[in-house]
């Protein structure tokens, strides 16, 4: 997040609003040193005008250049001091609303000062130690929303306060004009739609204090209890009082994801039981594929984040830093589901919130980092560091090839089987396990943690790669791992059954969600649309205005020879003035003929399934698109990238004034330069324009996608 953004945003905007208030009140004061001359000026102007008045009404009186009888002289001021009153109650205000002016702003430039310098610091203390991570984290947390809804609501009161105050300024003395009521109605107008501002803003204090509260996790699996995995619940007890760490309160199985712990509450799909407290999440699979001390390893890792003071950062912090992201994430949702109104709210609160984390994100990973090879050593001195990264680099070993078979038996040409796990193991013994290129790097899967890369644990356990590699990549024996893999349970192949069940049931669900999604974008777009530049009005008043500089160019240059007598100077100096106006005025003629001729020509026309340009010999495929941009310089330039394998189009001389695209070889791109696009004669704006295009490009992919899915 660009901090002087921010700056800009919560501070020096409202500073620059109590500036304003500032320059308001020494009006105000002016106001009223002028209204009291004003005053003084009448109590000696009417007693001279009513003496005029008792000798004759109608002698002349001249007021501003104006001549007046003395009896409607008097009466206007007669009317004017009646109102002198009004007047001295509007200055009052004036000053009043001046005054909160400055101060409200400044109170909102207080505010965001502190917030962005209390952020600051508090990022920079979050790296002394974990537990004053915890400690100002946890109070940021808390702050935050009330720093947020006060800063933006004190911004809406300023504006709101500068905007009456210059509505009320057009009051005077005297009767107002239209157009003065006009603004005075119009500056009332916004003043109010920011007061309802404010009010949709405690409207949603609410939400915005639930924000950074932790929100559940999602797990898709099966809670074991004690009753249904006597022998697993058994280990792990084990496990933990060897280690001397609290135990899980709850253990949850899948065939997804990997080994993790986490306090967050949380919610298992698809049966959506809700879990509070320490939950274990164990991948079925590889309770089999595993030897025993291996995943006394792995658990004794995951267990290790309830060993001494990493047991309060994991209850605490974890949860409250993994709700802030899923809720950051969710804030981006709705302000993109929003009306304009309310994501202009939304908007600074997300602003400030990814702010905030990005503060935080050093110490954060940092410590993760830390916390995780401490946790890797604490979880070796049950099993041995030769356990422990044999572990490391068999889930690393498996983890694709178990994804793989997972997708391949997903597939409706398999919805037979019924015991996924029992089919994969069998699977898992025919292939031959290699270790991926990139294995020391891979950073095993985990909801909530950042975990360090493989080679970097290894190595803190002072084992060598190749003896972790060699133990790592060894034969899976299906017959041997699914009868370890049982003897966890009471009923494994229930267990087993209804694992691939709730897997294929929620797949077939997603698929199908996707294709109406598919199907949606697929109708979205009809027929064809063709886009071309417009202006034709703007092309006739540019050689309207550039045809006289024309006639006027050409006439300097033959006055020389037609009338030498009038000219003055060098007949030269003339002839090349006459040649410089008639050059300019002519291209600008030329360039208006060209934009008048170019107007109503198309210069990409959609289809549903290519885009069409005026000097491309053939359409050009949207298959052969990979994205396209658009960029304002002096107009605007549609530019299509091309995919690698496609073939560069043919460009073909055009006609003048017919638009025509460019091709630029090396970054292999289609490029068209408009200086507006319009559609039906209608002006586009450059978002508008982009969506657009993207909806055919959106409705060809999806059409293709589909046609995949019936293959």
């Given at each position: 997040?660009?901090?002087?953004?921010?700056?800009?945003?919560?501070?020096?905007f409202p500073?620059l609003?109590?500036?304003t208030g500032?320059?308001?009140?020494?009006?105000?004061?002016?106001?009223?040193?002028?209204?009291s001359?004003f005053?003084?000026n009448?109590?000696?102007a009417?007693?001279?005008?009513?003496?005029?008045?008792?000798q004759?009404?109608?002698?002349?009186?001249?007021?501003?250049?104006?001549?007046l009888?003395?009896q409607?002289?008097?009466s206007?001021?007669?009317?004017?001091a009646d109102?002198t009153g009004?007047a001295h109650?509007v200055?009052n205000?004036?000053?009043?609303?001046?005054q909160?002016v400055?101060a409200?702003?400044?109170?909102?430039?207080l505010?965001?000062?502190?917030?962005?310098?209390?952020?600051h610091?508090?990022?920079?203390r979050?790296r002394k130690?974990?537990?004053?991570l915890?400690?100002?984290?946890?109070?940021?947390?808390?702050?935050?929303?009330?720093?947020?809804?006060?800063?933006?609501?004190?911004l809406a009161?300023?504006?709101?306060?500068?905007?009456t105050?210059?509505?009320l300024g057009?009051?005077?003395?005297?009767?107002?004009?239209?157009?003065?009521?006009?603004?005075m109605?119009?500056?009332?107008v916004i003043?109010?739609?920011?007061?309802y501002?404010?009010w949709?803003?405690?409207?949603?204090?609410r939400w915005?204090?639930?924000?950074?509260?932790?929100t559940?996790i999602?797990m898709?699996g099966q809670?074991v209890t004690l009753?249904?995995?006597?022998?697993l619940?058994r280990?792990v007890?084990?496990?933990?009082?060897?280690?001397?760490?609290?135990?899980?309160?709850h253990?949850?199985?899948?065939?997804?994801?990997?080994?993790?712990?986490?306090?967050?509450?949380?919610?298992v799909?698809p049966?959506?039981t809700?879990?509070?407290?320490?939950?274990l999440?164990l991948?079925l699979?590889?309770?089999g594929?595993?030897?025993?001390?291996?995943?006394?390893?792995?658990i004794?890792h995951?267990l290790?984040?309830?060993v001494?003071?990493?047991?309060?950062?994991?209850?605490?912090f974890?949860?409250?830093?993994?709700?802030v992201?899923?809720?950051?994430?969710?804030l981006?949702?709705?302000m993109?589901?929003?009306?304009?109104?309310?994501?202009?709210?939304m908007?600074?609160?997300?602003?400030?919130?990814?702010?905030?984390m990005?503060r935080?994100?050093h110490?954060?990973?940092?410590?993760?980092?830390?916390?995780?090879?401490?946790?890797?050593?604490?979880g070796s001195?049950?099993?041995?560091?030769a356990?422990?990264a044999?572990?490391?680099?068999?889930?690393?070993?498996?983890?694709?090839q178990?994804?793989?078979?997972?997708?391949?038996?997903?597939?409706?040409?398999?919805?037979?089987?019924d015991?996924?796990?029992?089919?994969?193991?069998?699977?898992?013994?025919q292939?031959?396990l290699?270790?991926?290129?990139d294995?020391?790097?891979?950073?095993?899967p985990?909801?909530?943690?950042?975990?360090?890369?493989?080679?970097?644990?290894?190595?803190?356990?002072?084992?060598?790669?190749?003896?972790?590699l060699h133990?790592?990549?060894?034969?899976?024996d299906?017959?041997?791992?699914?009868?370890t893999l049982?003897?966890?349970?009471c009923?494994?192949?229930t267990l087993r059954?209804?694992l691939s069940?709730?897997l294929?049931?929620?797949?077939?669900?997603?698929?199908?969600?996707?294709?109406?999604?598919?199907?949606?974008?697929?109708?979205?777009?009809k027929?064809e649309?063709s886009?071309?530049?417009?202006?034709?009005?703007?092309?006739?008043?540019t050689?309207?205005?550039?045809?006289?500089?024309?006639?006027?160019?050409?006439?300097?240059?033959?006055l020389?020879?037609?009338?030498?007598?009038k000219?003055?100077g060098?007949?030269l100096?003339?002839?090349?003035?006459?040649?410089?106006i008639?050059?300019?005025?002519?291209i600008?003629?030329?360039?208006?003929i060209r934009?008048?001729?170019?107007a109503?020509?198309?210069?990409l026309?959609l289809?549903?399934?290519?885009?069409?340009?005026?000097?491309?010999?053939?359409?050009?495929?949207?298959?052969?698109i990979?994205?396209?941009?658009l960029?304002a310089?002096n107009g605007?330039?549609?530019?299509?990238?091309?995919t690698?394998?496609?073939?560069?189009?043919?460009?073909?001389?055009s006609?003048?004034g017919v638009?025509?695209?460019?091709l630029n070889k090396?970054k292999h791109?289609?490029?068209?330069?408009?200086?507006?696009?319009c559609l039906?004669?209608?002006?586009?704006?450059?978002?508008?324009t982009?969506?657009?295009?993207?909806?055919?490009?959106?409705?060809?992919?999806?059409?293709?996608?589909?046609?995949?899915?019936?293959?």
């Amino acid at each position: 997040m660009n901090a002087l953004k921010l700056i800009l945003l919560l501070i020096v905007f409202p500073l620059l609003l109590a500036a304003t208030g500032g320059w308001q009140w020494q009006r105000a004061v002016d106001g009223a040193l002028k209204l009291s001359e004003f005053e003084a000026n009448l109590e000696i102007a009417r007693p001279q005008l009513r003496a005029l008045v008792a000798q004759n009404p109608m002698t002349p009186v001249t007021v501003n250049g104006e001549k007046l009888s003395a009896q409607l002289v008097l009466s206007r001021m007669d009317k004017a001091a009646d109102e002198t009153g009004t007047a001295h109650r509007v200055n009052n205000a004036l000053q009043l609303l001046a005054q909160w002016v400055i101060a409200v702003g400044l109170l909102a430039a207080l505010i965001g000062a502190a917030a962005l310098g209390a952020t600051h610091w508090a990022g920079a203390r979050a790296r002394k130690s974990r537990q004053a991570l915890l400690q100002v984290f946890s109070l940021g947390s808390r702050l935050l929303p009330y720093v947020l809804v006060g800063q933006a609501i004190a911004l809406a009161a300023t504006v709101a306060l500068l905007l009456t105050y210059e509505g009320l300024g057009f009051w005077h003395i005297g009767r107002l004009s239209t157009g003065e009521v006009k603004i005075m109605a119009v500056a009332g107008v916004i003043a109010a739609f920011c007061l309802y501002s404010m009010w949709l803003l405690l409207r949603q204090l609410r939400w915005m204090l639930t924000m950074f509260e932790p929100t559940p996790i999602s797990m898709f699996g099966q809670v074991v209890t004690l009753q249904q995995a006597p022998d697993l619940w058994r280990h792990v007890s084990e496990l933990a009082n060897t280690l001397g760490a609290l135990p899980p309160d709850h253990i949850v199985v899948s065939l997804t994801e990997g080994f993790y712990v986490t306090s967050s509450d949380a919610t298992v799909l698809p049966a959506e039981t809700a879990l509070r407290g320490r939950t274990l999440h164990l991948p079925l699979l590889y309770l089999g594929v595993l030897s025993r001390e291996e995943i006394a390893a792995v658990i004794g890792h995951e267990l290790a984040h309830f060993v001494g003071e990493d047991t309060e950062y994991s209850l605490r912090f974890v949860p409250i830093y993994d709700g802030v992201n899923r809720s950051l994430g969710a804030l981006a949702q709705a302000m993109l589901a929003s009306d304009v109104i309310q994501g202009r709210l939304m908007r600074p609160s997300f602003l400030f919130g990814v702010f905030f984390m990005e503060r935080f994100h050093h110490a954060v990973s940092h410590w993760s980092r830390q916390r995780e090879l401490l946790a890797d050593a604490t979880g070796s001195r049950l099993a041995g560091n030769a356990a422990a990264a044999s572990a490391l680099m068999r889930i690393s070993v498996l983890n694709p090839q178990v994804d793989r078979l997972l997708r391949a038996h997903l597939d409706a040409h398999h919805a037979a089987i019924d015991d996924l796990p029992t089919a994969i193991l069998n699977e898992l013994q025919q292939c031959e396990l290699a270790l991926p290129p990139d294995a020391l790097e891979i950073h095993l899967p985990h909801p909530t943690d950042s975990h360090p890369s493989n080679g970097e644990r290894i190595r803190a356990l002072h084992v060598a790669p190749e003896d972790a590699l060699h133990s790592g990549t060894r034969p899976v024996d299906a017959l041997a791992a699914g009868a370890t893999l049982d003897a966890y349970f009471c009923e494994p192949l229930t267990l087993r059954q209804q694992l691939s069940r709730d897997l294929k049931a929620e797949v077939t669900w997603q698929e199908e969600a996707h294709a109406q999604v598919l199907e949606s974008l697929a109708e979205s777009v009809k027929g064809e649309q063709s886009l071309h530049e417009g202006g034709r009005r703007r092309a006739i008043a540019t050689g309207a205005l550039a045809l006289p500089f024309v006639v006027l160019g050409l006439w300097m240059m033959i006055l020389p020879w037609l009338f030498p007598e009038k000219v003055k100077g060098t007949p030269l100096a003339t002839l090349g003035a006459g040649a410089g106006i008639a050059g300019v005025a002519l291209i600008f003629l030329w360039l208006a003929i060209r934009r008048f001729k170019r107007a109503p020509q198309t210069a990409l026309r959609l289809t549903p399934e290519h885009f069409v340009f005026a000097n491309l010999a053939q359409p050009l495929p949207i298959e052969h698109i990979a994205s396209v941009g658009l960029q304002a310089i002096n107009g605007l330039w549609v530019i299509v990238q091309l995919t690698p394998e496609a073939p560069l189009p043919e460009i073909r001389k055009s006609a003048f004034g017919v638009p025509g695209a460019r091709l630029n070889k090396k970054k292999h791109q289609v490029l068209l330069f408009m200086a507006q696009f319009c559609l039906d004669n209608k002006r586009l704006t450059s978002q508008a324009t982009l969506e657009l295009i993207y909806d055919y490009l959106n409705a060809a992919h999806a059409r293709n996608a589909l046609q995949a899915r019936h293959q």
